[in-house]
């Protein structure tokens, strides 16, 4: 069975760091590209970034928001993705889902183009910034 | 970054009843690259439908997504208790993904 648990959430005071962390199962952790998604209480869903896979370049792209302050990174001999959170702000208060990412290649010409959509949600990790 | 806006904010309908979703993109959405997503309160998002048109794994066949450019449809075809629920549009076509606000569809 496909899984993604996440863990580390909790409650910080404003300006700490934080590192939540996603454990796979079920897959090959390192063909995937993985997402981090927050949604922030009563609020609609926010993408926060993700981390393609090393055979993609595990680079990784982040939502304005938190670019600077957030950082995504993976183990893969672990089967884990980390979001590493720096300077928070109570405005991060929110659940973290991670999530695996699909890949979608598409040729045009002689350049590929990939494209990700997002088909396994773990169940969240509710992180609070509060003082 | 591509705006969503999904309407109408609530559907009030009765099970057995059609669901017509709305989403609107602020610019044309590369490739159709859109999907929809369910959530019912207190847990995860699901995957329903990707780029547009293809139902994901295990999804029943009530439920359709449709559309290119910048105007998509999520429709499912006769309710059942099950699906009322928040429904979420997403574009994956360019960066930054970017969602809707929801869709609520609650029972009348």
């Known amino acids: 069975e496909v899984q993604l648990v996440e863990s580390g959430g909790g409650l910080v005071q404003p300006g700490r760091s934080l590192r939540l962390s996603c454990t796979a199962s079920g897959f090959t952790f390192g063909d995937y590209a993985m997402s981090w998604v927050r949604q922030a209480p009563g609020k609609g869903l926010e993408w926060v970034g993700f981390i393609r896979s090393k055979a993609y370049g595990g680079t990784t792209e982040y939502a304005a928001s938190v670019k600077g302050r957030f950082t995504i990174s993976r183990d893969d001999s672990k089967s884990i993705a980390y979001l590493q959170m720096n300077s928070l702000k109570t405005e991060d208060t929110a659940v973290y889902y991670c999530?695996?990412?699909?890949?979608?290649?598409?040729?045009?010409?002689?350049?590929?183009?990939?494209?990700?959509?997002?088909?396994?949600w773990g169940k969240g990790t509710t992180v609070t910034v509060s003082s | 970054e591509i705006v969503l806006t999904q309407s109408p904010a609530t559907l009030s309908l009765s099970p057995g009843e059609r669901a017509t979703l709305s989403c609107g993109a602020s610019?044309?959405?590369?490739?159709?690259?859109l999907a929809w997503y369910q959530q019912k309160p207190g847990l995860a998002p699901r995957l329903l439908i990707y780029?547009?048109?293809s139902r994901a794994t295990g999804i029943p066949d009530r439920f359709s997504g449709s559309g290119s450019g910048t105007d998509f449809t999520l429709t499912i075809s006769r309710l059942e208790p099950e699906d009322f629920a928040v429904y979420y549009c997403q574009q994956y076509g360019s960066s930054p993904r970017t969602f809707g606000q929801g869709t609520k569809v609650e029972i009348k």
């Open positions: 780029d547009a048109s």
């Open positions: 610019q044309s959405v590369s490739s159709s690259y």
């Open positions: 999530t695996r990412d699909r890949l979608i290649t598409m040729v045009r010409g002689v350049t590929n183009f990939y494209y990700y959509y997002m088909d396994v």
